[in-house]
């Protein structure tokens, strides 16, 4: 069986899910009628919703392993930093 792919290579910021769904459960529970379907973005704030997307390309990666020889968080091999950047950015 083949790995799949991404067709677009980025990280997502780990909270953005947990704020959409709080805007969508706001929505739900909104008491009065909504008249047009575009109507719900006045009733929770797109500011609150954070969906940040990260991508480093894996030259980038690589160059940075080189001149650092290190994540920002720890000491890595060369073979981590590969599997590492596949896990966030190219892996499904």
Known sequence: MSRSMKKSPVC???GGRWSKRQASKAVRRYTE???F???YRK???SWNISDWRFYT???QAVKEWETTGS???RQVSFLEMALDW???FKRK
């Open 43 to 45: 009733i929770y704030c």
């Open 86 to 88: 596949n896990k966030n």
């Open 33 to 35: 009628d909504i008249l």
């Open 37 to 39: 379907g575009s109507c």
């Open 71 to 73: 994540t920002w968080r």
């Open 57 to 59: 390309p894996y030259a």
């Open 12 to 14: 997502k910021e780990y």
